[in-house]
């Protein structure tokens, strides 16, 4: 049973353009979602996060938008970059103390196309 | 700088042998984590330990076992390897409390199973 599904297995976009990645959960207890990077070879990444107390958080060219209603989230990435190009995971866990898990999508794999 | 060290990047094991994977974190975490991640499954979480001794079964935790006998070591054992334990695993560590702070990962350990 998939909590948290990113229904994308790939994605291509023009550099300089805008990027949405998304990312759907069923799980209800989940108040906290974050999404990671990773290069091949390398370990994932932390990019950004949100709480579900939360619809929208910034950090520089990366947004996360949550949606509770629809159990959906998405990252946005904007411009588009070439070192974008790596494959994206969407995670959600439950912030109460002692169950800090973190249950992961599938992953979506980012190419920027110069 | 934070640091999650795998003892191995590649290791290639027999059918029937007795595997260990270590993990070294040296931010003083009180969780830690194994995942393994696999095309098209993402990351799947294996065993997570809250505490030193303390452990507790993830998702896919048969053909696994784990040993926390210092709070920056995390070992995972797999008992008796076979073929499909072939795969990434990674290991990572965090801090009580998801919301403040995130998951620090190390940079993976490929196994092959032959």
């Known amino acids: 049973d998939q909590q948290v599904k990113q229904n994308s297995p790939s994605l291509s976009v023009q550099e300089g353009r805008i990027s949405i990645l998304n990312c759907d959960y069923t799980n209800s207890m989940f108040d906290y979602f974050l999404w990671y990077k990773k290069y091949p070879a390398e370990g994932p990444t932390f990019l950004i996060s949100i709480s579900s107390i939360k619809d929208k958080n910034e950090d520089g060219r990366f947004t996360v938008f949550l949606n509770k209603s629809a159990k959906h989230l998405s990252l946005h990435i904007v411009p588009s970059q070439p070192g974008d190009s790596a494959v994206y995971f969407c995670?959600?866990?439950?912030?109460?103390?002692?169950?800090?898990?973190?249950?992961f999508g599938t992953g979506t794999r980012l190419t920027i196309i110069p | 700088d934070v640091k999650v060290t795998q003892s191995s990047r590649y290791l290639v094991k027999r059918t029937g042998e007795k595997v260990f994977l270590e993990c070294v974190q040296d931010?003083?975490?009180?969780?830690m984590f194994w995942y393994r991640q696999d095309p098209g499954l993402g990351l799947r979480l294996i065993y997570f330990?809250?505490?030193?001794?303390?452990?507790e079964k993830g998702d896919i935790p048969e053909g696994y076992s784990v040993s926390r006998e210092k709070k920056e070591r995390f070992s995972l054992i797999l008992e008796s390897a076979s073929t499909n334990q072939t795969s990434m695993y990674l290991c990572?560590?965090?801090?009580?409390?998801?919301?403040?702070?995130?998951?620090?990962f190390g940079q993976g350990t490929r196994l092959t199973v032959v």
């Open positions: 995670a959600a866990g439950e912030s109460n103390f002692g169950n800090e898990k973190l249950t």
């Open positions: 330990s809250y505490d030193v001794k303390m452990k």
């Open positions: 990572a560590s965090s801090s009580p409390g998801l919301s403040n702070t995130e998951a620090f």
């Open positions: 931010m003083d975490h009180e969780n």
